[in-house]
């Protein structure tokens, strides 16, 4: 560019980052705004073209209009301006395109934009003055501005002055403006405005880019708007600008390079000799030589100015908008037009951005995890093509970040990681890729151990799965490895041995870990095949070489349990396929018996019992052979344990405990339990002598767990086969009595457990519980009348037993609690955080095993209120389960739903008449009411009967006759309360209320003010927030009788509520049998809904009566209270329980209340690099989910 390079000279002369002026904008205000020539003449130089004319393109639609202020619309404070009628009416006289139109163009997207410039160009050329006038109110209607530029202010007042009477004029009572109005309407305009001004540039690019008016005076514009204090006036004028300057750098560009080739013509013309040369050709070469040269200065003028005015100031502005918009157009600016801005004047301002590592190293934990992503590869191109790239402690900021929940972000982590694990490779040139491949692994394992987030590897890999996944399925270099000895430590070999099996898992599955999955995705038919090849692959590879694996490994519990996992990812069907591999099934089977018979540890036996389950199916030809292997195994255990049983049970009666005799029976009984989960164990006929040892156990109060949770989990296990077993035949009426009384004998054995002071014995109990009542109860059978009288109820102390449990051990805070006498020895050393996380899974597996029984009918709903008045208070941990529940219960019937909701109120405001009255726990009922009172949803007109019904108990509630002993009307406060679900009533309904309180309560009662703030919440139509703060402050007056205290009972609290819906029997629920509680695994399994249809609600008659619902509750557990004792929490061995079982006898898809996934409910949001507080970044889940077989057992 020969003629241009000096264009921007001046621009390394701004070396300062803290000028605040603009010397264009200086010069623009301080003289006139230039006029343009009154003649319609061409400009002053001769164009070899003219300007584009204007193309049709018609639009299919007609342009909504914004809802942004009109510009039309003019403000009555300004005396100078036109009324918006008048400035209609002139243009439609002179048919000038408006600023509306524009804008409305603008606004619908790209596709008219051609035509709309097309149109503006015309009404220009017919009058440049008011064709930039409709341009200056476009972009000021573009601000969101009402103010409007009229003709006289254009005339009159100069550039400054106009923006300080738009600046009054601008609407300051709201912050949004069109860029930055959310949703899609924002990314739409701001792809209009962009695209409008690119299509501007280029059509004048030929022609009116030089008249000298048009851009200089637009340009002048935007520069002392991009200057102001008004952040919607700064952005829009800022992006308008910048855009404007891209269109600008295009056509110089163009015209440089016109330049460079007429002046090698003229060059080439002009070294002719003189009798060769064409004069006429010479004249015009030099002509246009010179008129190019003077459309480059003019274009660079104008880019300078817009350069020094605008991105000098702006690029450092403080809203990231418009500092992005400017960095952005910058590196446009350098790809397009290197010549002029690859250089130190341009290229310092880039440098500044980016000095500050510090700063972009911290926003890697950026709040929003899109802007993390881009700063990781921004590091990563910086690591990589840089000579000096990052240190080690600047990359220890990224690469914990591997271990990060979005997957984005991890991904980006593990492409940096990769990068410079292969970077440490190549340093030292290895032979080939097999040699590269154990460097690999040699590094990632260091790196694993270094990392110390141990049981996170299936993130790790996941991580790395996108960029290192030929190295990852590498099978055969991972068990040269392990295979070999002294190549690794054996903290090394454990690393690795997790690192095989969760590559395995994802190349097999195909799937993210749990905790970054995003939604639901389908694979591909090429991701299917791949994951079908990689199979096929593991198959082949292992299956020779896991037999010899698990026989290196076979003491060592932690890696032998992680090798078991392997066959569950094989294609089976391949043992079958070929004779030779037959061999390999049977030193499996003979592995795994040998392991069973080697270890007591539970996540081994587990894992042994997976692999039973999936290897005895009978979906494959060779089950009967692991079936035959299992049975021996299974005879071998019950004869040990056989040989032992007597002296155990003789315990009680000599006094004396025989330590090996106890340690032999139990090892034997942990493993026969164990197995018990994948194999039917009734043949052996264990359950007798299970169930007298648990007797004998508990009269001689030798309550040893290691012995009785192994015995009651063989119990259990024999029940639950034997329901199978005569579902699936038809059993006589003796085997089914038989039946019946083992079961009725084993829940009253679980029921004394519920009671010991031993924490795993208690909570293995309640577990196993939950599991049989759903097991036999009324619904499960409900379908085969033969089996009828299989049905168990629970006993009322069994149901006491339950709520007591629930609320002694679940409903307790977790930081009360005496950690070190819930963990063993062994898991002391934990991170306590863990421990409680581990605590809060025991919690919730516990209370949806409580909250199924209520929903399957096995309690009563009622028996919910234990439940819901706990709702608000533990909503963080048990929020959803209980919301689950409450939506379910109004499934089964929506009015005893609404009554127990009512009853759970009654009874926290009962406790606390009863132990302390305070304003504060008031207050706290008070939001308990307005959390369940959001449980009723939007459809008002579904809700009406239930709604109603609590309102009238609570009314009831409120002025119940006084007992002997107190005053009258203890519970009017109780209004307070009632009054959070006003708002959810009809208008009907709301009177019809206000005459039964009236009717209800005496007349000296209606100035108290619970009964005034009451009805005024009945009076309003809405929620009247203000309203209730007045009266739910008050402290009740001295017309008001003074409450009493007094102390509840148990069953204190159901003489606090009367009504003739307390008087039937209990609710029978028509649900399917649910999952069982403690024996199943969580599945990434789709929640089935309920097939029961959703009650149809009948209208309210005009007569307001208590609405009946076809279900009542029992009198004696209608408001039942437990009091709570205060008993150390426990924890249990086990886990999570599942979201999908099936019915046995219907195979129905079931209800599943637990979630497995506290890591979002509790993950912390990464904070943004300019936040005061430390930040972190997010980890996974690192829960482990006991692994259980009843749920394949019962599909």
């Known amino acids: 560019m020969a003629s241009g390079s000096s264009a921007l000279d001046s621009l390394g002369e701004l070396d300062s980052p803290t000028d605040s002026g603009s010397d264009y904008e200086a010069t623009m205000k301080g003289t006139k705004r230039r006029k343009p020539a009154v003649s319609k003449q061409p400009p002053k130089r001769t164009r070899h073209t003219a300007a584009l004319k204007g193309m049709s393109s018609p639009s299919g639609s007609s342009v909504p209009t914004p809802p942004g202020p009109s510009p039309q619309s003019v403000s009555q404070g300004t005396s100078m301006q036109l ?38 160009l015309d009404s220009y050329k017919r009058s440049q003055e008011a064709g930039l006038l409709v341009l200056i109110n476009f972009i000021v209607q573009s601000c969101g501005c009402k103010g409007v530029v009229t003709r006289k202010m254009f005339d009159s007042m100069q550039n400054a002055e106009i923006i300080s009477t738009l600046t009054k ?8 403006y069109p860029l930055c109005t959310p949703g899609p309407q924002l990314k739409r305009f701001k792809a209009g405005l962009c695209e409008f001004a690119r299509v501007l540039v280029r059509s004048c690019r030929n022609s009116l880019v030089y008249d000298e008016y048009l851009f200089p005076s637009l340009l002048a514009l935007l520069t002392g708007l991009s200057d102001s204090q008004v952040r919607a006036f700064r952005h829009t004028s800022t992006l308008l600008a910048i855009k404007l300057m891209t269109g600008l750098v295009e056509v110089a560009v163009v015209v440089s390079v016109q330049l460079q080739t007429t002046q090698q013509q003229y060059n080439t013309e002009n070294s002719k000799r003189a009798h060769d040369r064409a004069s006429d050709r010479l004249e015009e070469l030099q002509a246009t030589v010179r008129e190019l040269r003077e459309n480059r200065e003019e274009l660079s003028s104008m880019m300078n100015a817009t350069f020094r005015g605008v991105f000098v100031h702006r690029y450092r502005d403080q809203l990231p908008e418009i500092r992005g918009v400017c960095i952005e157009e910058l590196g446009l600016w350098l790809k397009m037009d290197p010549e002029d801005f690859l250089n130190d004047g341009c290229l310092k301002y880039l440098g500044w951005t980016m000095h500050d590592k510090e700063r972009i190293l911290s926003m890697v934990l950026d709040k929003d995890p899109d802007v993390a992503v881009e700063v990781v590869n921004l590091l990563l191109l910086i690591q990589q093509r840089t000579d000096e790239g990052l240190d080690e402690e600047e990359c220890g900021h990224i690469y914990p970040l591997v271990y990060a929940s979005h997957r984005g972000l991890a991904s980006a982590a593990g492409g940096f990681l990769y990068s410079k694990l292969k970077s440490v490779i190549t340093s030292h040139s290895q032979e080939n890729d097999k040699a590269n491949n154990a460097a690999f692994f040699q590094i990632l394992i260091s790196f694993f151990i270094q990392s110390e987030f141990h049981e996170h590897g299936a993130y790790l890999v996941d991580s790395l799965w996108h960029v290192a996944g030929s190295e990852l399925r590498d099978w055969e270099t991972m068990t040269t490895f392990l295979l070999q000895d002294d190549e690794l430590m054996y903290e090394e070999e454990g690393v690795l041995i997790e690192l095989m099996m969760c590559a395995i898992r994802q190349a097999a599955q195909a799937t993210p870990p749990v905790g970054r999955t995003q939604g639901k995705k389908n694979l591909s038919m090429k991701d299917k095949k791949i994951q079908e090849q990689d199979k096929r692959r593991i198959t082949t590879h292992f299956i020779p070489l896991l037999p010899q694996l698990l026989a290196k490994y076979s003491a060592d519990a932690r890696n032998v349990k992680l090798l078991l996992k392997a066959p569950l990812y094989f294609d089976l069907e391949m043992y079958s396929s070929a004779q030779w591999l037959e061999k390999h099934l049977d030193l499996l089977l003979s592995q795994v018996c040998g392991i069973v018979e080697k270890h007591t540890e539970v996540a081994v036996l587990e894992a042994c019992a997976h692999l039973v389950s999936a290897l005895s199916s009978d979906c494959y030809t060779f089950s009967s052979r692991a079936q035959m292997a299992f049975s021996q195994l299974f005879d071998v255990l019950t004869e040990c344990f056989s040989t032992y049983v007597n002296d155990l049970l003789q315990v009680g009666e000599c006094g004396i405990a025989n330590d090996d005799d106890t340690y032999s029976g139990a090892t034997a009984l942990k493993r026969i339990a164990a197995l018990s989960s994948a194999k039917d164990p009734t043949a052996w006929k264990l359950f007798d002598s299970c169930l007298e040892l648990l007797k004998s156990r508990m009269e001689s109060r030798e309550l040893d767990k290691e012995l009785m949770v192994p015995a009651m989990k063989c119990a259990a296990f024999h029940l639950m086969w034997a329901k199978v077993n005569v579902v699936n035949s038809k059993p006589t009426e003796a085997e089914l009595k038989r039946l019946k009384k083992e079961v009725r004998s084993f829940c009253r054995v679980c029921q004394d457990c519920l009671s010991l ?11 196993l519980l939950c599991d049989l009542l759903l097991l036999y109860s009324v619904g499960s059978v409900r379908s085969e009348p033969a089996l009828q009288a299989l049905a168990h109820l629970p006993s009322d102390s069994l149901r006491s037993e339950l709520a007591a449990f629930l609320l002694d051990y679940v409903f307790t805070d977790t930081e009360d609690v005496e950690l070190h006498g819930i963990l063993t020895p062994t898991e002391k050393s934990e991170d306590e ?3 409680k996380i581990r605590l809060l899974q025991k919690k919730r597996n516990q209370l949806a095993g409580y909250c199924k029984l209520v929903i399957y009918g096995v309690l009563d709903l009622t028996a919910a209120t234990d439940v819901f008045k706990h709702y608000n208070k533990y909503f963080k941990d048990f929020g959803d389960i209980i919301k689950e529940t409450l939506s379910k219960s109004k499934l089964i019937n929506p009015v005893q739903s609404a009554k127990t909701v009512c009853l759970s109120l009654q009874q926290l405001f009962s406790e606390m008449l009863t132990e302390h009255h305070s304003r504060q726990d008031l207050t706290e009922i008070r939001d308990l009411a307005k959390r369940l009172a959001m449980s009723f949803g939007i459809d008002l007109h579904r809700v009406r009967k239930p709604l109603v019904a609590l309102h009238m108990d609570g009314i009831r509630f409120a002025f119940r006759d006084p007992q002997e002993g107190e005053q009258p009307n203890p519970n009017v406060a109780f209004l307070e309360i009632l009054s959070e679900f006003s708002f959810k009533l009809l208008q009907p309904d709301r009177a019809q209320l206000a005459e039964f309180l009236k009717s209800a309560c005496p007349s000296a009662a209606l100035s108290w003010p619970p009964v005034k703030l009451y009805q005024r919440s009945l009076e309003a139509r809405a929620t009247s ?13 001295h017309d008001m009788p003074v409450v009493k205290r007094r102390r509840t009972t148990a069953q204190g609290s159901a003489s606090t509520t009367r009504g003739s819906w307390l008087d039937n029997s209990s609710i029978q629920s028509s649900l399917h049998t649910p999952a069982l509680t403690s024996t199943v695994q969580k599945q990434p399994a789709k929640r089935i809904a309920s097939r029961k249809p959703r009650p149809v609600e009948s209208d309210i008659s005009s007569t307001l009566t208590e609405p009946e619902s076809e279900d009542e509750f029992s009198p004696e557990l209608q408001m039942r209270k437990v009091k709570l004792n205060k008993r150390w929490l426990a924890s249990s061995s086990k886990n999570t329980p599942s979201p999908r079982q099936q019915d046995l006898n219907s195979h129905l898809n079931l209800l599943s209340l637990i979630e497995d996934d506290i890591s ?16 972190g970044y997010t980890l996974p889940s690192t829960r482990h989910t006991s692994l259980s077989v009843l749920d394949e057992l019962f599909d």
Not at 169 to 176: A, I, L, Q, R
Not at 1160 to 1175: A, K, L, N, W
């Open 1160 to 1175: 979002e409910r509790d993950e912390d949001e990464i904070e943004d690099y300019h936040s005061d507080s430390d930040t």
């Open 833 to 835: 955080e863990e421990m």
């Open 83 to 120: 009324s918006a009628r008048s400035v209609r009416s002139m243009n439609e006289e002179s048919q000038i395109i408006s600023a509306k139109d524009i804008y409305d163009a603008v606004c619908s997207g790209k596709s008219a934009m051609v035509t709309v410039v097309d149109e503006w």
């Open 169 to 176: 004029e601008f609407n300051e009572d709201s912050v949004n």
């Open 1025 to 1037: 927030k203000a309203t209730e703060q007045e009266g739910g402050d008050e402290v009740p007056s």
């Open 757 to 767: 002071n031993q924490i795993d014995i208690r909570d293995q109990a309640f577990e």
